[in-house]
């Protein structure tokens, strides 16, 4: 079962924040996200396992809320280069290292 | 730079041919996955290979087939070439980050089937 991901797309100024989404409906073991820029390949950005973790890169970061198998990934004072298409990418339990992806978030930061 | 290459970069076939698509895993990465990604759509998992066995297979015909050897390469071959098969086709390396494996990419190969 794909997870879904909220919004589809979405539109910045530079130096505003977003979050994006991503529920699934199966008992997750860890989410893993992703951001894809037009015509290269995924980049990882973070693993969360579950218990509820959150982490943060620079001015990434992502929580993990395993009762309600939702992840959410937040992008504050966003910069130009955040622009891309994110994914995240669920492993069930019991699917070890097998990724289920979302349908992504396209983010557009304007200056 | 995640240590993985794949070629060829794009490919144009016609339908009901044969292809072969390549991956270079880094080294010491015994896991190397597969996946499709349509135009404007997540990937989507085809196959991983673990110490060159089949390791588990999405929801994919028979037709799509892989094979992974000791020198951490691994193969995607896809027989009887159908449109639908007109993808970005990426491999993913497993690799450890701290307690938890992920999944690095290569930069893709492009197929497009006329």
């Known amino acids: 079962q794909q997870p879904v991901q909220s919004p589809q797309a979405v539109i910045l100024r530079e130096g505003e924040d977003a979050v994006i989404n991503c529920s699934s409906s199966?008992?997750?073991?860890?989410v893993h996200w992703y951001r894809q820029k037009h015509g290269e390949a995924p980049v990882f950005l973070m693993i969360?396992?579950?218990?509820?973790e959150q982490k943060g890169h620079e001015k990434i970061s992502a929580s993990f809320n395993e009762k309600k198998q939702q992840s959410s990934l937040y992008l504050t004072a966003s910069q130009l280069s955040y622009s891309g298409t994110y994914f995240c990418g669920t492993e069930i339990v019991g699917t070890a290292s097998k990724l289920t992806f979302g349908t992504g978030t396209r983010l557009q930061v304007t200056l | 730079e995640t240590g993985v290459t794949q070629s060829p970069t794009h490919l144009i076939k016609t339908r009901g041919q044969q292809v072969t698509l390549r991956c270079s895993s880094q080294?010491?990465?015994?896991?190397v996955s597969w996946y499709q990604q349509a135009l404007g759509q997540g990937p989507q998992f085809i196959f991983q290979?673990?110490?060159?066995?089949?390791?588990g297979r999405g929801n994919f015909p028979p037709r799509f087939s892989g094979l992974q050897f000791p020198n951490y390469s691994s193969e995607l071959n896809v027989n009887a070439l159908e449109l639908d098969d007109s993808a970005l086709y990426l491999c993913?390396?497993?690799?450890?980050?701290?307690?938890?494996?992920?999944?690095?990419f290569g930069p893709g190969t492009r197929l497009l089937v006329l």
């Open positions: 290979y673990y110490r060159e066995e089949e390791n």
């Open positions: 969360l396992l579950k218990g509820g």
């Open positions: 080294s010491g990465h015994n896991t």
């Open positions: 993913a390396s497993s690799g450890w980050l701290g307690p938890q494996e992920t999944q690095y």
């Open positions: 199966k008992a997750l073991y860890s």
